[in-house]
């Protein structure tokens, strides 16, 4: 999959859908040649065209003026040397200055993919899955070299990319800037897609024109954020859902983060991800080596669906791990919607007793079991059970819940710490401060330095004492806050710019510690609903909270946006009450339901409030969901209809081999005069007539071909409706 062309110096990674092209070009510069559709041969026809550009400087000691950086599409850019763009790497001298120069000096491929040590990164399970290009540069005046790496799937239209930097000098250098990947792109039309939002409106997609100048999403919060996802897409003007090319670009990382794009004066398209600069100064002692975190990049010229569809494939089979990489995810009931801090023992029996015989799979206590925490205001970092709360204690409730063939799940929040708990009495140090300043509260609660190796032991030693005593099935990790006064007790001050990073490397320790030791358990990501949702946090846990808001019409767009880079396995969507807590506004059971079990599927209310016809839904989704959740959790899905246009929208899931699929519908606005829409779906066999619940027969290719008319659901806002399809012969 790999070859080098000694005559040409041309690398080319190619599989059967894409092609990655780059030489070594005059003064051993690394170019980037092309990225995009499987090309069996290249005959030369990108070698950069040689011109004279006012202001672009030639390179070092050269008076060739035809050759510039400043306009060359490298696969790595420096600093200060000639490129006035955006560099790729920033590195401070020990006499302060900021050049940085890398040129080519060798190359090796390795068959699979190298692990990337303490961080999460994809993987292969056989050698044979892909092959690595490790292209090494240099930078002869800083004594550093720079090892970039690019794996290419055999099956898939990715490239992985990272980038590790080995200090081979006598003095210390600090690395101001460093991404994991640069692409360069010649002269196109470009429309970047990217994923904003806010607490309890998460990943809403928005696509703007790349102008001139530099574009930057971004993340200062200490984690990956609600605001601004880890994940943008180059598309063209007329790339849609079904068609064009898209390239996508998502970073394996959970912290801060930074995807820059930097259209130059001749229309050329640089860009780079990784790490923030933002407060980053990395100290790197001679012979030390730093090792970005990993990007992802896709290619499909099948629109966005076909690159969605290559995301959640490689997410869910070669980032994810574990038990629960590929098993049916149970049906949850949380108590934190129906019981908030105000439980008992009689409170959570008499949530069992309600949602057993609807046939639900598993109970999750929410905050408020531990130290002697009744409100937000208390006992973050005291994990251990609060002594007058439940009687019994957990291993009584876990009993209770396992007596009803149900599962027990547990919350946590091991990243948080409050001032009234006993670990803030006896290590106040414990918590993320600068000396001198006051402390920033944000939902009452401090920040733990999980930059420290000692404080990380202490959270998971605690857990442990309940984990190894309390049988737990789940654990909901969750993150109510981010961070300020990101400094550390114990560094230096030359090494405080270290300390973001650090920490999230210590979120990593402790999340692998306790999967390894607790294989059996399945775990849930939560930073305040989806504020942590990425690939970096996938790697540990095969599911996560997608928001904190629950309203069914609010989820669709979140649900929508999270689809474009993100597997439906590793997206849990609960039934709430209505009117919804959130927004207040007021949707159907059956709509709610419908959104849910979209994805991970549970209910977050108080059960025993539910009138007879409710629980009679409830059973029946219940039962729907248990009888195709192999097929939601694991085909593949498909935005049909987007939910950020339009009044009507629909997705769709369809299993590998094609024999089934789920279309669900849905319309926002009921209208006096309404439209009549046509929805037609997507991914069929064309030659499999199918048969749906009523028994009427379609052709494949008459659904997708002709489809059919959506005839009003019925006269009422937020309506939903869902219908199966199956193989049922060969037409």
């Not at 208390?378 to 007058?388: N, P, Q, R, T, V």
Request: net charge negative; proline share 3%.
């Amino acid at each position: 999959m790999i070859t080098f062309d000694e005559s040409t110096q041309v690398f080319h990674l190619h599989n059967q859908q894409i092609s990655y092209l780059m030489s070594v070009e005059e003064g051993n510069l690394l170019a980037h040649l092309y990225f995009g559709k499987a090309v069996s041969h290249y005959a030369g026809e990108r070698a950069y065209p040689r011109r004279d550009r006012g202001f672009s400087g030639n390179l070092p000691d050269s008076s060739e003026r035809d050759y510039s950086k400043d306009t060359l599409l490298q696969e790595w850019s420096g600093n200060n040397t000639g490129d006035y763009r955006v560099p790729a790497v920033i590195i401070r001298d020990e006499n302060g200055a900021r050049q940085t120069d890398f040129r080519y000096q060798s190359y090796r491929i390795v068959a699979g993919k190298p692990d990337l040590e303490n961080l999460p990164h994809s993987y292969v399970v056989d050698d044979s899955e892909a092959q690595t290009l490790i292209i090494t540069l240099t930078d002869t005046a800083l004594n550093c070299d720079l090892a970039l790496s690019y794996t290419i799937f055999d099956n898939w239209a990715v490239i992985a990319r990272d980038a590790k930097l080995i200090n081979r000098g006598s003095h210390v250098l600090h690395i101001e800037k460093i991404a994991s990947m640069q692409i360069d792109f010649p002269k196109q039309d470009f429309q970047v897609i990217s994923l904003p939002g806010a607490h309890a409106r998460e990943r809403q997609v928005e696509r703007q024109e790349v102008g001139h100048g530099v574009t930057q999403f971004e993340s200062r919060r200490g984690t990956s954020s609600h605001h601004m996802n880890p994940f943008i897409a180059l598309v063209h003007p007329d790339t849609t859902e079904f068609a064009g090319e898209a390239f996508g670009v998502q970073l394996v990382y959970s912290g801060n983060h930074q995807e820059t794009l930097e259209r130059d004066y001749i229309d050329q398209t640089r860009v780079l991800a990784g790490i923030n600069e933002y407060d980053f100064d990395w100290k790197l002692s001679p012979k030390d080596v730093f090792q970005t975190p990993e990007a992802l990049l896709v290619y499909s010229d099948q629109g966005l669906n076909g690159m969605s569809n290559t995301y959640h494939h490689l997410l869910r089979e070669r980032v994810a791990r574990g038990k629960y990489q590929y098993a049916k995810r149970p049906i949850v009931i949380n108590n934190w919607e129906a019981t908030f801090f105000d439980f008992d023992s009689s409170k959570i029996q008499e949530i069992l007793n309600n949602a057993a015989p609807l046939g639900i799979e598993m109970f999750v206590l929410d905050d408020g079991w531990f130290g002697h925490r009744d409100d937000d205001n208390s006992s973050l970092g005291d994990w251990f059970e609060h002594a007058h709360k439940l009687q019994g204690g957990l291993k009584e409730v876990s009993r209770q819940v396992h007596d009803k063939n149900m599962r027990f799940g547990l919350w946590f929040e091991p990243e948080m710490i409050s001032t009234d708990s006993d670990l803030y009495r006896a290590h106040p140090d414990y918590a993320l401060q600068v000396p001198g300043r006051g402390k920033t509260l944000s939902r009452n609660q401090l920040v733990l330095d999980f930059s420290r190796k000692e404080v990380v032991d202490n959270i998971f030693h605690q857990m442990v004492k309940i984990l190894d005593n309390v049988k737990v099935d789940y654990i909901k990790w969750d993150m109510n806050r981010h961070l300020t006064e990101v400094y550390s007790a114990a560094l230096p001050a030359d090494q405080q710019g270290e300390v973001s990073h650090r920490y999230t490397l210590g979120v990593y320790d402790l999340a692998e510690r306790l999967i390894e030791r607790y294989p059996d358990i399945l775990f849930e990501g939560c930073s305040g609903g989806g504020g942590r949702f990425d690939a970096g946090m996938l790697y540990y846990f095969p599911q996560s909270w997608a928001s904190d808001n629950t309203d069914a019409v609010a989820r669709l767009k979140i649900q929508t946006g999270t689809s474009l880079a993100y597997p439906m396995s590793s997206m849990t969507a609960h039934v709430s009450v209505s009117p919804n807590q959130q927004t207040g506004r007021a949707t159907s059971f059956e709509m709610r339901g419908d959104v849910a079990m979209s994805g991970v599927f549970g209910y977050e209310l108080d059960l025993a409030k539910l009138t007879d016809a409710e629980k009679e839904i409830v059973k029946k989704q219940v039962a729907f969901y248990k009888e195709h959740r192999q097929l939601i959790q694991y085909g593949d899905f498909i935005r049909i209809k987007s939910a950020f246009k339009g009044n009507d929208f629909a997705w769709e899931f369809v299993s590998k081999d094609k024999s089934e699929a789920l279309l669900f519908r849905f319309k926002l606005m009921s209208l006096a005069q309404p439209e009549f829409t046509l929805t037609k779906m997507a991914g069929l066999d064309p030659k499999i007539v199918y048969e749906d619940e009523k028994g009427h027969s379609y052709g494949g290719d008459e659904l997708m071909s002709i489809g059919f008319y959506d005839v009003p659901l019925e006269a009422a806002d937020w309506t939903s409706k869902v219908d199966y399809f199956a193989a049922k012969e060969r037409a």
